[in-house]
């Protein structure tokens, strides 16, 4: 079996759009702007010979403010640019109940079946303790990048300034 590292995009790959003091995913390359040392972070992970998926909520689109293919042209981009092995896309709001949208593990649950992942020796990477509830559901250990969002009950593994200080991390373990 196989291990992972699990990636939130918006706020650990790339920084966060701010809109009226409030934070979005980027709409185009434009936008679109690779946060220092994720490239060196990824390289440290896959020397450990992980597999790196990107599992990210993107409900702008089923709300009508960016289409999809920005979304994938922004995806497309990131899998040119960086090592990643595949990106899942959970495209629904959170009133749509999906079984894939973050804080449920549906992403990373398929992944693992796809890529026979062992998710106990694995991890995610979050910026928003979604994130961190995801991983926690799939069984896999969590590190929260930053400070979070709001505070929660639920408490990460770890926590770190950036993905290529949880990159360290994990390298070292």
Same mark, same amino acid.
């Given at each position: 079996? %196989?291990?992972?590292?699990?990636? #939130?995009?918006?706020? +650990?790959?790339? &920084? !966060?759009? $701010?809109?009226?003091?409030?934070? @979005?995913?980027?709409?185009?390359?434009?936008?679109?702007?690779?946060?220092?040392?994720?490239?060196?972070?990824?390289?440290?992970?896959?020397?450990?010979?992980?597999?790196?998926?990107?599992?990210?909520?993107?409900?702008?689109?089923?709300?009508?403010?960016?289409?999809?293919?920005?979304?994938?042209?922004?995806?497309?981009?990131? %899998?040119?640019?960086?090592?990643? #092995?595949?990106?899942? +896309?959970?495209? &629904? !709001?959170? $009133?749509?109940?999906?079984?894939? @949208?973050?804080?449920?593990?549906?992403?990373?649950?398929?992944?693992?079946?796809?890529?026979?992942?062992?998710?106990?020796?694995?991890?995610?990477?979050?910026?928003?303790?979604?994130?961190?509830?995801?991983?926690?559901?799939?069984?896999?250990?969590?590190?929260?990048?930053?400070?979070?969002?709001?505070?929660?009950?639920?408490?990460?593994?770890?926590?770190?300034?950036?993905?290529?200080?949880?990159?360290?991390?994990?390298?070292?373990?």
């Amino acid at each position: 079996m %196989k291990k992972a590292v699990f990636l #939130d995009r918006d706020g +650990v790959l790339n &920084h !966060t759009v $701010f809109k009226m003091g409030k934070p @979005r995913a980027p709409y185009t390359l434009d936008e679109f702007i690779l946060i220092p040392g994720v490239y060196e972070g990824l390289q440290l992970l896959k020397e450990k010979n992980y597999l790196l998926i990107v599992v990210t909520n993107q409900p702008d689109v089923a709300r009508g403010w960016v289409t999809k293919e920005a979304v994938e042209m922004i995806n497309q981009h990131l %899998k040119e640019i960086l090592p990643i #092995d595949e990106i899942k +896309v959970c495209f &629904h !709001t959170e $009133f749509d109940q999906c079984v894939c @949208r973050k804080p449920n593990p549906g992403m990373i649950l398929e992944a693992a079946r796809e890529w026979n992942i062992k998710l106990p020796e694995s991890y995610i990477l979050g910026d928003r303790y979604s994130d961190i509830e995801a991983g926690n559901k799939a069984g896999c250990r969590t590190i929260l990048i930053g400070e979070g969002d709001e505070p929660k009950t639920i408490r990460p593994d770890y926590q770190k300034n950036s993905l290529l200080d949880a990159a360290h991390l994990i390298y070292s373990l």
